[in-house]
């Protein structure tokens, strides 16, 4: 073979350094770059020897990545397809790009290397992000085949000339710069391996090449040495996701998951995502069992493409309410050199998105149907997906209405329509639409949770932090339903009927009880009325209105008008005219009457934990004083 000089076609002073400077961050893919590379070759001599077009000996297929501190050089060598001279001219000195200037122009906007890589076909060149010399050394699987070897020093001039190879396959060897020194070190090499290549399809080996061992002597007698390597095989070739769901049993999700995250709570159940049309998808999801803290649980869903990792940032591919979940998705349809703009743009990601929302909902109706008491069980850690998903996604919704549970304040779960049935005949209002009550603290709405039993009424526990969302989206999607804390109004109004009950109070009275009230009260804010209740139900019932109160909350999480957040609290005083207390109030003479206002007010309060500092040292005061 004749050695050749020439010029890499990309028309330009020198592309490397361009690489090298802005690429820095990111400059750990290369190994991934150059490893899958490796595994492709591989693939591609398996895949010519089943189709019968290479019938020489295959080898076990193996790829090796060598260290050697001493040399500085990093090698990677493969035993696939190996590439003729002509084939290293065609494929590695034709940059996939036209030139530098077209080069320079896109670059500008890109994010990072992955944009760049991807774009510009640059996979092999990443190489000199990290070394000053590379090496190619190679034997093409053609009978006949000469061994090439291609250097090139990081400038555009590149030599071709006989290699030394004698078996099939390819070396590629990188002399690492000054700047790359942490790449020799075999922990970081380890690590960029676990991180990338744990799961490519073929043997990866990962060795040292720093132990020696005399090995007899060399021609003019000084001492010859041997490689030591204890290479070891450092990835799963066939990890469950790429098995069928039939050969994989319980245990065997269990310890994947254990692998992908130590330490980890068994999650509680999993789905093995399985799909070839429209688009190529494998991979496994995980429910975990949900921490305090969402934030550190979340990107813990792993990209892979072809058993390549390529980022756990997952946010476009998988639907934001899911993004808790965890596992693999591995598909082809995504370049190795994804960038963030690449997802948000195509088409098969959007598509994605959709079938694991699919997925992830047959799934929770077949855990449903199956199982109810597991699912119920489980239904404290999926209860917050399922809501978060019926809120954000219409087809989401369709299915969950079906499984997504309400659980009453002792606890019982109902679904949907069988709460609906349960409550329908008492908590129907006289226009028709059920009133659906919901407590979001039952220790401190406890008076009214039971005010509210005593009526027949049933109280839902919706005290999770996104159930006030889901609560407003749930009474727009139910018609006919209006939703309500069980503390909105003084239990005759809870649940507006037409029965009434007589006045035991004339005119005269109630105004005169509206009165004394009225001066006993101190507070802003506060407007008192008097109504005829059942004269079991409390004496003096202080709320705050539903809407006032979803608009005060929804201020305060920072979304809605933050005009309500600003508007000073707004309470209605029920004062239950039929009580045998106003009776006995109105009796009294004025100090005393106060006195007993007074004291029923702040009773009221006290019961809702609304009464503290020197108000309630004077309370306790008066109360002493009445004993
Ligand atoms: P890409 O892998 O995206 O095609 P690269 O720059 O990484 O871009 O590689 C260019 C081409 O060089 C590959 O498509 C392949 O034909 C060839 N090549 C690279 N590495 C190897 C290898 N280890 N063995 C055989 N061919 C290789």
Redesign the pocket.
């Known amino acids: 073979m004749i050695a050749e000089k020439g010029n890499i076609s990309i028309h330009t002073e020198n592309i490397f350094p361009i690489i090298k400077k802005f690429l820095y961050s990111d400059n750990e893919i290369f190994l991934r ?1 150059l490893v899958s ?2 595994v ?2 591989v693939q591609k001599i398996k895949r010519l020897a089943s189709l019968g077009q290479f019938n020489g000996d295959l080898g076990e297929p193996l790829v090796q990545v060598i260290l050697d501190k001493e040399a500085k050089t990093i090698t990677i060598s ?1 035993n ?4 003729t001279a002509e ?1 290293i001219k065609k ?2 000195n034709q940059v996939a790009f036209s030139g530098a200037s077209e080069f320079v122009e896109k670059f500008k906007d890109a994010k990072d290397a992955n944009e760049i890589i991807g774009k510009f ?5 990443s190489a000199f992000m990290v070394a000053d010399l590379v090496e190619i050394n ?1 034997l093409s699987y053609v009978d006949g085949a000469e061994s090439a070897k291609w250097t090139c020093d990081g400038s555009t001039t590149f030599e071709i000339e006989a290699g030394s190879k004698t078996t099939r396959g ?1 070396d ?1 060897i990188l002399h690492i710069n000054e700047e790359s020194a942490e790449f020799l070190n075999e922990f970081k090499i380890q690590e960029i391996l676990d991180k990338y290549a744990k799961f490519l399809p073929i043997p990866i080996q990962f060795g040292n090449k720093t132990n020696r061992e005399e090995d007899g002597t060399d021609e003019e007698g000084k001492p010859k040495f041997k490689d030591v390597e204890v290479p070891n095989i450092i990835n799963t070739t066939t990890p469950i996701w790429a098995k069928s769901p039939n050969d994989l049993k319980d245990e065997d999700y269990l310890n994947f998951y254990k692998e992908l995250y130590p330490f980890s709570e068994d999650p509680l159940f999993w789905i093995h995502l399985n799909v070839d049309y429209p688009f190529n998808l494998t991979g496994v999801l995980y429910f975990p069992k949900l921490k305090e803290d969402f934030e550190l649980q979340r990107n813990k869903i792993k990209l892979f493409s072809r058993q390549v990792f390529i980022t756990d940032e997952v946010k476009e591919i998988v639907p934001e309410f899911l993004m808790l979940l965890h596992g693999v998705i591995d598909s082809p349809d995504i370049p190795l050199n994804v960038s963030r703009s690449f997802l948000q743009a195509d088409g098969n990601v959007k598509k994605i998105n959709s079938y694991i929302t699919k997925k992830v909902a047959d799934k929770l109706g077949e855990l449903f149907k199956s199982d109810r008491n597991s699912y119920e069980q489980k239904w404290q850690d999926i209860g917050l997906f399922v809501k978060y998903g019926m809120i954000s996604d219409e087809k989401f919704y369709d299915k969950a209405k079906d499984f997504c549970l309400l659980t009453s304040v002792d606890g019982k779960p109902y679904t949907f329509q069988e709460y609906k049935d349960q409550v329908a005949g008492m908590q129907t209002d006289k226009n028709g639409k059920v009133v659906y009550l919901y407590s979001t603290d039952s220790e401190k709405q406890d008076g009214f949770i039971q005010a509210a039993k005593g009526k027949g009424y049933d109280v839902l526990k919706l005290d999770s932090p996104i159930d006030s969302h889901f609560v407003s989206a749930m009474e727009y999607k139910l018609e006919n339903t209006i939703w309500k804390r069980v503390d909105a109004s003084a239990v005759n109004a809870l649940i507006e009927k037409d029965e009434t009950f007589e006045s035991v109070l004339n005119e005269e009275q109630s105004s005169q009880v509206k009165t004394v009230f009225e001066t006993s009260i101190k507070r802003e804010g506060y407007t008192v009325e008097v109504v005829s209740m059942n004269p079991e139900d409390a004496p003096v019932t202080i709320t705050m209105d539903e809407f006032s109160r979803r608009m005060k909350d929804m201020a305060k999480m920072g979304g809605g008008m933050s005009f309500y957040g600003n508007m000073p609290d707004s309470y209605k005083v029920s004062i239950n005219g039929n009580h045998k207390l106003i009776n006995k109030l109105l009796k009294a003479e004025g100090e005393e009457q106060a006195k007993m206002a007074k004291q029923a007010v702040d009773l009221a309060l006290l019961s809702q934990g609304m009464l503290s500092g020197a108000e309630l040292t004077a309370f306790v005061k008066r109360s002493v004083e009445l004993i």
Not at 80 to 83: E, L, S, V
Request: aromatic share 14%; glycine share 20%.
């Open positions: 770059e590379n490796a492709d070759a493969d696939g397809i190996g590439m084939e494929y590695i076909g640059l996979g092999f060149y190679t390819t590629i």
